[in-house]
Nanobody, 124 residues
Framework: VQLQASGGGLVQAGGSLRLSCAASGLTSSTRALGWFRQAPGKEREFVASIRWSGGNTYYDGSVKGRFTISRDKAKNTVYLQMNSLKPEDTAVYYC??????????????????WGQGTLVTVSS
């Protein structure tokens, strides 16, 4: 599996960005794709995930209502629409795939393949 994240950039607080994650090599064992982020000096944290087959979505409380995860199965691409961005959303955003069970989809350890990350900077 290869994952290519894109769409990061510099945006003012209150603005929007859409991240994309193009996946290749997905298999029938792929259960979910997720977005994580890592701010300088902090641990990588869960942002959102989507069940690859059914499209069920899951969010961290800090982004719920502002971010939307979606997928286009025909394009093997997952998106993260980020609205009402805040300076604390500044981080490198990573996409990843999980072949594990639902209860692990909010943990870094639940994901086996990771993309290279795309930087999102929100200025105040």
């Amino acid at each position: 599996v290869q994952l290519q994240a894109s769409g990061g950039g510099l945006v003012q607080a209150g603005g929007s960005l859409r991240l994309s994650c193009a996946a290749s090599g997905l298999t029938s064992s792929t259960r979910a794709l997720g977005w994580f982020r890592q701010a300088p000096g902090k641990e990588r944290e869960f942002v959102a995930s989507i069940r690859w087959s059914g499209g069920n979505t899951y969010y961290d409380g800090s982004v719920k209502g502002r971010f939307t995860i979606s997928r286009d199965k025909a394009k093997n691409t997952v998106y993260l629409q980020m609205n009402s961005l805040k300076p604390e959303d500044t981080a490198v955003y990573y996409c990843a795939t999980s072949s594990s069970i639902l209860s692990t989809w909010t943990s870094v350890s639940g994901y086996g393949q990771w993309g290279q990350g795309t930087l999102v900077t929100v200025s105040s």
